[in-house]
């Protein structure tokens, strides 16, 4: 695979069916200095012209910001704003993006070193145009070395994306996420307590919200951009055996059953925005996970959680069958 062939065009059907809407892209950058000027040529290069780019930075100190300022510097006023993040890490960032992101817009996460595709954001917002009510729409990537010479393309998901999915499994890949204004909506209105609960991963958690809400989930197969893979990386591909593994073999680490409770709590502060099938979902897997195992992974396993392969969702009841989703409970809860 050829870099030139990786990068898919915009067909004359998605061009008129694409919104001409504005899309708020939401950057989080921290030490970016090395990649991030690639990824805002990308965005400059975009088919889809309507676009603001808000870049939250999180204290860098290696030029990061100083090639943010002199990119925007080429545009007209407000196109792009620069404003400092809560230096939390990378999660909190981009909540925090989410909270200063303006109401009833489109949106989409931009990490600081992939380099999208011309017609990513035109995609987008051809497939969101044709939904009605809130939608997520996530695409498949090209996994790159850092001098962005293809490896692979990322995995193809065959089974249904949905919530009893997301609760168990981050699998709407933030770099390539998308979410029309009724889905960002979402997203504003349940950051706060996502903050306040200490969520893992934000891209998992709009899964979570926006699956959960009701909203209609797009995985495009076409890749979006390329997904450069180097040493500090926040998250790494998924797509290998050795990959796979790891991330399977994160179940039975004690870190997993926090993420899920962290989770959870952050759901259920905002029930309210959730379907009522949903809402009893919540609530019944957060008082499924302090049961002993046994029991606890039966009553996963009622409750229909799954992970996209098989093997995946043997591995996350059977971690539950030995007290690994377990977290301790305070008298208070």
């Known amino acids: 695979m050829t870099a030139a062939n990786a990068q898919m065009t915009t067909t004359g059907e998605d061009s008129a069916a694409a919104s001409h809407g504005t899309v708020v892209i939401l950057l989080a950058s921290f030490q970016g200095a090395e990649f991030i000027q690639a990824q805002l040529d990308s965005i400059a290069a975009q088919s889809h012209r309507d676009w603001q780019l808000i870049v939250s930075d999180d204290g860098s100190r290696d030029g990061t910001r100083d090639i943010v300022s002199r990119f925007a510097a080429g545009f007209s006023e407000g196109k792009i704003s620069l404003i400092d993040g809560p230096q939390s890490g990378a999660t909190q960032n981009f909540l925090h993006l989410v909270q200063q992101a303006p109401a009833n ?21 051809a497939h969101l145009a044709r939904i009605a009510g809130a939608g997520h729409y996530a695409a498949r990537t090209v996994i790159t070395d850092d001098d962005l010479r293809p490896v692979a393309r990322s995995r193809q998901f065959r089974r249904k994306f949905g919530f009893r999915n997301a609760l168990v499994q981050a699998c709407m890949a933030g770099n390539t996420s998308v979410f029309n204004p009724a889905a960002a909506n979402l997203l504003k209105q349940g950051a706060a307590a996502a903050r306040r609960a200490g969520v893992e991963s934000h ?21 979006a951009l390329f997904y450069r893979q180097h040493r500090h990386s926040t998250m790494g591909r998924n797509d290998t055996p050795r990959a796979m593994a790891a991330r399977l073999a994160q179940l039975f680490a004690g870190a997993y059953g926090g993420w899920l409770s962290a989770n959870l709590q952050a759901l ?19 008082a499924a996970l302090p049961l002993p195992g046994p029991q606890a992974a039966r009553a996963l396993r009622r409750l229909g959680l799954y992970r996209h392969t098989r093997a995946g969702t043997a591995a996350l009841y059977a971690a539950a069958a030995v007290g690994r989703l377990r977290q301790p409970r305070s008298p208070s809860t």
């Not at 817009?105 to 917002?125: E, I, N, S």
């Not at 891209?203 to 076409?222: C, F, K, N, R």
């Not at 259920?268 to 957060?286: F, S, Y």
Request: with cysteine.
């Open 203 to 223: 891209d998992w958690w709009a899964y979570q919200l926006t699956s959960g809400a009701g909203a209609t989930l797009i995985h495009d197969e076409v890749p």
């Open 105 to 125: 817009r489109t949106l989409a996460f931009c990490d600081q070193d992939d380099v999208w595709f011309p017609d990513k954001l035109a995609r987008a917002m």
């Open 268 to 286: 259920g502060a905002v029930g309210n925005l959730l379907t009522g099938e949903n809402r009893r979902l919540v609530a019944d897997v957060d």
